[in-house]
Structures are given as C-alpha cells and as structure tokens.
C-alpha cells in the first residue's frame, strides 16, 4: 500500500512508497498526520505535478471495497467491515430499561420530546452503516488530489423477488389483501393445519421461523401455522422442532439487505451527484477481463474502470467498526448489598475503558502475536485485558491454557486506536 502526501498548504499530492517515506521522515522534510492510512505531510515546498485519480467504492451491507488507482497502478486497496450488532444492542437496552421500570425506582416524569422523527430519519442500524460507508468515503477522496469517484450500487425490486410475475396493479395488492391480517392468512395459507403434527381443528398459532431476535420479520414468509401442543417451549428449545426450522432457514428468506442498498443508493445520488454510479452487472464482466479473483477490494478496482494493470499492491488493508464506548447506565445485575443507595446511577466498576495506560481497542503485540483489547479483567488494580485477534479469536497465555486474558505488562502497545481496528493483510 501507497503513503498518501500533502503538501505544506495540507493540500494532497500523489502518494509515494513507502523507502520514499521513510527517508523524508528520517530526513525531518515530512511528519506524520495520519497513521491509518498512513498519511505525511511536506515540510518544505515542492513541485505539485499530479496524475488522473480514481476511487473505486463498492457498497455493501456488511462490507465495502474500496479502491484508489491512477492510470494503470493500484495505489491502495482493501475492504471494511460495518457493525452487525447494533440492533442486537438496542434490544437489549429496551429490556433492561423495561426491568428497570418494574422494579420500585424513584419516579420519572414522562418524556414526550422524543415522539416526532425528523424529516430523513432513517432507523439506527442503518444510519450507523450509512455513516461508517460515507466516511470512508470522504476520507480517500480527501487524501488524493482531484479524484475521480465511481460507486457501485444496487437496486432491488423486492417485490418481484418475492413474485416474479408480479406487474401492473399487483405491486399495490399484497398477499394478504382480503384478509384481516397477516395471522389469517397464514392459517388459510397453510390450510388451517398444523405444520408440525399434521392436525387440524387445534388452536392455531403463528410461529416466526426466525425469531425477531434473530433479525426476523412480521412478514407472511417467516410465520407458520403451528398448533397449541406443538407450540411449546421444549421445541423452541436447542434439538426442538422449532428451533431445527430457525437454523435451517425454513420456508423463508430475508430481504433485509436489499432493502439497505436501496436506502443507500438514494442517499448515494443525493450526497454525491457528480459521482459516476455503476450496477454490479457492470462490476463483474470488468473484473473478469482484469482476471481479478471474486474480492470486495477487486471489485472496487474494476469500478475504477481501469483497463489495464501493471502495477497491484502485494497487500491490503482491512479496517473493522468496533464498539469502543458503553453508554448504557442501565445493567443485567442490578447493585445488591450495597449499604448506600445508587441515588447518581453509579455504575459497577467492570465495563471501564482504561486501566493503567491501556485503552479498549490498543493494538497490543503479546508473544509474537498482534490483538486487540477487547476487554478487562473485574479486578480493579488487575493488569490482565482479554485480546482478540483479526479473527475474533481469544489470544491465550501459553502457560496458562485455561486463562482467558493476559498481563498487560507482558504485551507491547503498538498503537492505540478510536472506534476502528486497522490491520494490513498480504495476499496469498
């Protein structure tokens, strides 16, 4: 991967390799003003020849490619991983408070100035990868001189997908038009019988294939008709019936991410009007004539609409969304014991976001292997964290297999980082 340059004006000029940095850095003629990417800054004037740019993005749901090529040199690529786990988070909140509510609190007078959205409101989860995609964005744009941007994005008609002769007035008739409501036409979908033993005239319910605490839906195509005596808490149960259906995906289908890229398609054309915006059905006959293998990363070079490559990087980088900071005042074990009341909502001291110079998210470097902080050991004066690798596995001591965590003062602190983990992968 390039070092991008700017000039003494902060203004950005060609990226150069990386001999070429380190002897400008050496030399004091260049500092350092960003480390991801990694990005110096002139201390002297010089000429401000600069070549044709072009970002390539390809948008995606959980992960983009993105890629900066000039003329027929790959000058950086790679792929960024958005957080998954945000409504996960906001579910878990909701009942937390829930808990709160029926314990016997102090009171607290109703709050009605958060009942009207505003105009553009779009729901957490999406406008967090929205703004995750659109920084990224941004921020190549701004490191290359006078780019030329090209972004993927994709446009679904969710309705066809679910029927493909769907036309004309159709799209204004659902599935359950004629009935009361979706319960309805479940049971007269599947015939009024139970779908598990077979059985009519029981009373019925309507069983959710994915749970919506798995992400599934109120829709027609996730519910099923079960009847009372199956419809118990031993089948939704691990080995039960109705938690077999949840794994194997059933009789439905998620359309949750086509309808994400069609938000972001429509927000795309607003933010950026004079990029140049492509379909994946262009992406992938480009990709194969450059003879790329299927990656997020060489998507986005093909976007590029480069036509011939000389130069490719021999690796790529790979930024990942972390959730740096808890905010939730509220936890699953409420304080007991304690001889003064929690009049200021005093937290127990285990969700902290230091310790002893260490901070959630350092890059730490323990027995020749790279992690990142994760978390804390309870103790308050402990100097043990729990690292995780690239790969979301738990970097354990050597001689303490059953341990968890490791001793801070055994690791090297690489860097330290704010809501994203950076690593750099070489291609095999």
């Given at each position: ?29 260049a ?25 390539g ?92 941007l ?17 036309s ?7 599935n ?6 979706v ?20 009373i ?12 599934g ?8 008709t ?41 927000r795309?054309?607003?933010?950026y ?31 590029t ?48 976001k230091?310790?002893?110079?260490i ?36 970097i ?19 860097c ?6 950076y ?5 095999t």
């Amino acid at each position: 991967m390039r070092v991008f340059v700017k000039n003494q004006r902060g203004e950005p000029l060609m990226p150069c390799n990386n001999k070429k940095a380190r002897t400008l850095l050496k030399e004091n003629k260049a500092k350092i003003v960003s480390y991801n990417p990694f990005t110096i800054q002139l201390q002297y004037a010089t000429g401000e020849a600069v070549q044709p740019v072009m970002v390539g993005v390809d948008t995606g749901a959980q992960h983009i490619g993105i890629a900066v090529v000039s003329e027929d040199k790959v000058l950086a690529d790679g792929e960024i991983q958005l957080r998954d786990d945000i409504s996960d988070n906001m579910q878990a909140r909701a009942t937390l408070r829930r808990t709160r509510r029926g314990r016997k609190t102090r009171y607290r007078k109703c709050r009605l100035l958060n009942r009207k959205r505003k105009v553009g409101w779009l729901p957490p989860s999406v406008q967090s990868k929205l703004n995750a995609t659109f920084l990224w964005i941004d921020k190549f744009c701004s490191i290359v001189p006078n780019p030329h941007l090209s972004i993927e994005v994709g446009k679904f008609d969710v309705a066809k997908m679910i029927n493909p002769d769907i036309s004309g007035e159709d799209y204004q008739n659902g599935n359950t038009k004629g009935y009361y409501d979706v319960r309805y036409f479940v049971f007269a979908r599947d015939n009024y019988t139970c779908q598990v033993c077979k059985k009519k005239n029981k009373i019925l319910h309507t069983h959710h294939i994915v749970y919506k605490s798995k992400g599934g839906t109120n829709r027609a195509d996730n519910l099923i008709t079960i009847c009372s005596d199956c419809h118990t808490a031993e089948n939704h149960k691990e080995g039960g019936v109705l938690y077999d259906w949840m794994i194997k995906g059933k009789k439905t289908r998620r359309y949750v991410e086509p309808t994400f890229m069609n938000i972001v398609r429509e927000r795309t054309f607003a933010k950026y009007p004079e990029a140049h915006i492509t379909y994946g059905s262009t992406t992938s006959p480009d990709r194969k004539t450059l003879e790329l293998p299927k990656t997020h990363y060489n998507d986005a070079v093909a976007i590029t609409g480069v036509k011939n490559i000389k130069e490719l990087q021999n690796d790529y980088f790979y930024f990942k969304q972390f959730r740096k900071k808890k905010r939730s005042l509220h936890e699953s074990i409420p304080r007991k014991g304690k001889k003064q009341k929690n009049i200021n909502a005093v937290r127990n001291n285990k969700n902290v976001k230091s310790r002893h110079g260490i901070f959630l998210n350092d890059k730490l470097k323990f027995e020749n292997k790279v992690g990142w902080v994760y978390g804390f050991s309870s103790g308050e004066h402990s100097y043990e964290c729990v690292l995780k690798d690239s790969e979301e596995n738990i970097i354990r001591m050597s001689k303490r297999t059953n341990s968890l965590s490791v001793n801070t003062k055994q690791c090297k602190l690489n860097c330290h980082n704010n809501g994203w983990q950076y690593s750099y992968q070489k291609l095999t």
